[in-house]
């Protein structure tokens, strides 16, 4: 396992930075269902993706998934990405989960491929090089929450509400619920919340460790996205490399015992050692300054 491991912990070569713009999806019709953005200034690093399909509240359909899907390939080979947002342009909602108006029209053959699409794009998002927040302002239901569990920190508003309710629809989490819930919450609330489809405020989601920050709304509805952002500029000045690593180790490591756990943390560890970042953060400790960390 471990050799699998050494060859398989390796972070992406460098590519050229992703500029503002809108994702279209090949054969998609309308406006596209994200933006990307990356922002500049003191903010440089933070690149955020806002869902934005307000005649359905956000829901997961083709298009928005295969959108989602397209912007996520190319920001993960961009070191210049040190911390990816998601955040909504539809006031009030995050994400409502998947479409149900368009599973409808499925064939049954038709809704195992979109739900294993699905389950393929919280993947994605759980395995992005860099840390991942979810900004969430509003709803968060069904799939919503699972692209939030999928991110690395999730910050909401306290009047956001938040479940995995799929069994109130005849259905089970098929986008990584059943999985990530539990390894968040730990397995008897997990199977609480998934068997009684129980809905949480930000406040309640919060008491329970589902998110790491709940914050009071404010009168634009924005308030989760900016605590977000500031938490994103936390990250932001710390050694990248370190920090990608840092996710590889915890994420690998909490999937194995911990012995092997402490072998996959020897293996990034190793791989650190020659970066210029390293013997940046002992110089700038020996000169008693503030480190200027370029991610090499």
Known sequence: MLRALTSTLRLPCPWRPLRTRSCASHGATGDPEIQVRALTGSDQGITEILMNRPSARNALGNILVSELLEALA??????Q???LLFRSGVKGVFCAGADLKEREQMSEAEVGIFVQRLRGLMNEIAAFP??????MDGFALGGGLELA????????????????????RGLLPGAGGTQRLPRCLGVALAKELIFTGRRLSGVQAQALGLVNHAVSQNEEGNAAYHRARELAQEILPQAPI??????VAIDRGMEVDISSGMAIEGICYAQ???????????AAFREKRPPRFVGK
């Open 272 to 282: 650190n050692i020659p970066t210029q970042d390293r013997l940046e953060g002992m």
């Open 242 to 247: 370190a920090v990608r690593l840092g996710k």
């Open 149 to 168: 569990l999928a991110c690395d920190l999730r910050v909401a508003a306290s009047s956001a509400v938040m479940g995995l309710i799929e069994t109130t």
């Open 130 to 135: 860099a840390p991942t927040i979810a900004a």
């Open 81 to 83: 990405v040190r911390v």
């Open 74 to 79: 190319q920001l993960r080979e961009d070191q």
